[in-house]
């Protein structure tokens, strides 16, 4: 059975196709990509596509890249590109000789631009759009997009929400990878995360790394999926998985170039203080991470060592996903100074902040807004909204340009 949904990407590469000599699509393994491709394909926007986990094309990309890549036609789509990456310097050539639009649209199942020449390769002549796994407003059908609404400084307002558990637990278990939903809970959907996650290492991380111990990498995976949501030290997670510091350090930039994990840096008003804080570290899908603490639903609404971990995940991967399509460039941080903590802080280009707290509570206390509080006294008119995503009935307001937002603020369709 196949699970298909409108992506909210699909008009993004589409009117890419439209002004970019190559158009890069990147995400997970079994995010869609393939699917939105052959979407393409079907509507004419490309007008084929190959693959490189086809053995044979492989090959010929491998085995000459100029030649592979000078007989295609323009607005021909390869999947799985980082699978030949000298394919990428020989079509560096061709959309340097023509600069024509749309000539090649690329998708790959790792951040190819983490390679140096690759970037260099690509600089300039590439629109790059990140897949993740479905966002619930996908699922929804929704039009909207919180992040905007946030940044104009008018949030939903929403009555008769879900409340508690109900409101989120059943779709952070189930996550957003299209596959997992055609199968039963149980069993069915183990073995399909486990098998995911030995393509991830066996395939697309060894065939990026020379590194020795990815045997180490499913135990690392499990001590950051622990850790989810909470701050990256990487001295503790080398003494609990028995590597080095430096190992673990490249380990999980790798897993990061496959979109396993996404790390967020601090934030603070000066940008050189930013890189001497730790990031925050989330997995890229909820269903996995909830695969990885073994929490059903019955585990992920009453054990206080997995709710507020698989919570906050959710609402900040959800947020990630909505960032691919906001209106403004905006980058993701977190913030944290003394005991104050808030656990998204967005930033566009010109400076303005939106703060995001997630709380697994339906009720909530004075305490709880005091962060948001003291960032907007320090901000001032930068600063355009803070919420606190909570697990209540309906949108309350806080104070100046603060709220409280249900969780399906997410999803509700409130594009007006």
């Given at each position: 059975?196949?699970y298909t949904v409108d992506?909210?990407?699909?008009?993004?590469?589409?009117?890419?196709?439209?002004?970019?000599?190559?158009?890069?699509?990147?995400?997970?393994?079994?995010?869609?990509?393939?699917?939105?491709?052959?979407?393409?394909?079907?509507?004419?926007?490309?007008?084929?596509?190959?693959?490189?986990?086809?053995?044979?094309?492989?090959?010929?990309?491998?085995?000459?890249?100029?030649?592979?890549?000078?007989?295609?036609?323009?607005?021909?789509?390869?999947?799985?590109?980082?699978?030949?990456?000298?394919?990428?310097?020989?079509?560096?050539?061709?959309?340097?000789?023509?600069?024509?639009?749309?000539?090649?649209?690329?998708?790959?199942?790792?951040?190819?631009?983490?390679?140096?020449?690759?970037?260099?390769?690509?600089?300039?002549?590439?629109?790059?759009?990140?897949?993740?796994?479905?966002?619930?407003?996908?699922?929804?059908?929704?039009?909207?997009?919180?992040?905007?609404?946030?940044?104009?400084?008018?949030?939903?307002?929403?009555?008769?929400?879900?409340?508690?558990?109900?409101?989120?637990?059943?779709?952070?278990?189930?996550?957003?990878?299209?596959?997992?939903?055609?199968?039963?809970?149980?069993?069915?959907?183990?073995r399909w995360f486990e098998?995911?996650?030995?393509?991830?290492?066996?395939?697309?991380?060894?065939?990026?790394?020379?590194?020795?111990?990815?045997?180490?990498?499913?135990?690392?995976?499990?001590?950051?999926?622990?850790?989810?949501?909470?701050?990256?030290?990487?001295?503790?997670?080398?003494q609990r998985v028995g590597?080095?510091?430096?190992?673990?350090?490249?380990?999980?930039?790798?897993?990061?170039?496959?979109?396993?994990?996404?790390?967020?840096?601090?934030?603070?008003?000066?940008?050189?203080?930013?890189?001497?804080?730790?990031?925050?570290?989330?997995?890229?899908?909820?269903?996995?991470?909830?695969?990885?603490?073994?929490?059903?639903?019955?585990?992920?609404?009453?054990?206080?060592?997995?709710?507020?971990?698989?919570?906050?995940?959710?609402?900040?991967?959800?947020?990630?996903?909505?960032?691919?399509?906001?209106?403004?460039?905006?980058?993701?941080?977190?913030?944290?100074?003394?005991?104050?903590?808030?656990?998204?802080?967005?930033?566009?280009?010109?400076?303005?902040?939106?703060?995001?707290?997630?709380?697994?509570?339906?009720?909530?206390?004075?305490?709880?807004?005091?962060?948001?509080?003291?960032?907007?006294?320090?901000?001032?008119?930068?600063?355009?909204?803070?919420?606190?995503?909570?697990?209540?009935?309906?949108?309350?307001?806080?104070?100046?340009?603060?709220?409280?937002?249900?969780?399906?603020?997410?999803?509700?369709?409130?594009?007006?």
């Amino acid at each position: 059975m196949s699970y298909t949904v409108d992506r909210h990407a699909y008009p993004l590469v589409e009117e890419a196709l439209r002004y970019a000599r190559v158009v890069l699509l990147l995400g997970p393994r079994q995010a869609g990509k393939s699917t939105l491709v052959n979407r393409l394909a079907e509507r004419g926007a490309v007008k084929r596509a190959v693959t490189l986990d086809d053995r044979l094309t492989r090959d010929a990309a491998l085995a000459d890249p100029t030649g592979f890549a000078s007989g295609l036609e323009q607005g021909i789509a390869i999947d799985e590109v980082q699978r030949a990456p000298d394919l990428l310097l020989a079509i560096k050539q061709i959309v340097d000789r023509d600069d024509a639009p749309g000539q090649f649209l690329l998708t790959g199942s790792t951040n190819v631009l983490t390679a140096p020449r690759i970037l260099d390769a690509l600089t300039g002549r590439t629109d790059v759009i990140v897949l993740w796994p479905l966002a619930q407003s996908e699922l929804e059908g929704s039009t909207g997009n919180l992040v905007d609404q946030l940044f104009a400084g008018t949030p939903p307002t929403l009555t008769n929400a879900p409340i508690g558990p109900p409101a989120w637990v059943d779709r952070a278990i189930l996550g957003g990878f299209p596959e997992v939903r055609t199968r039963p809970a149980g069993r069915q959907r183990d073995r399909w995360f486990e098998s995911y996650l030995t393509s991830l290492i066996q395939r697309d991380l060894r065939d990026m790394s020379d590194a020795q111990k990815l045997s180490e990498m499913p135990r690392l995976i499990r001590v950051l999926a622990s850790q989810a949501a909470g701050m990256l030290v990487s001295d503790r997670v080398a003494q609990r998985v028995g590597l080095s510091t430096k190992t673990i350090q490249s380990y999980v930039r790798l897993l990061e170039t496959v979109f396993a994990v996404r790390t967020v840096p601090a934030w603070r008003p000066g940008l050189t203080a930013r890189e001497r804080l730790a990031s925050k570290v989330f997995l890229g899908d909820t269903g996995l991470l909830a695969h990885m603490l073994g929490a059903n639903a019955d585990r992920a609404s009453t054990d206080p060592q997995v709710t507020g971990r698989l919570y906050e995940n959710f609402v900040a991967m959800e947020i990630v996903k909505q960032l691919v399509w906001t209106e403004r460039h905006v980058e993701a941080y977190h913030y944290r100074r003394d005991r104050r903590e808030v656990d998204l802080v967005l930033e566009a280009h010109d400076g303005t902040v939106v703060a995001i707290e997630a709380k697994a509570s339906a009720s909530l206390g004075a305490s709880d807004r005091q962060a948001l509080v003291e960032l907007r006294d320090t901000l001032g008119e930068r600063f355009r909204a803070g919420v606190l995503i909570h697990t209540g009935a309906e949108t309350v307001p806080l104070g100046e340009r603060l709220w409280a937002l249900p969780v399906s603020s997410l999803w509700e369709n409130h594009s007006d």
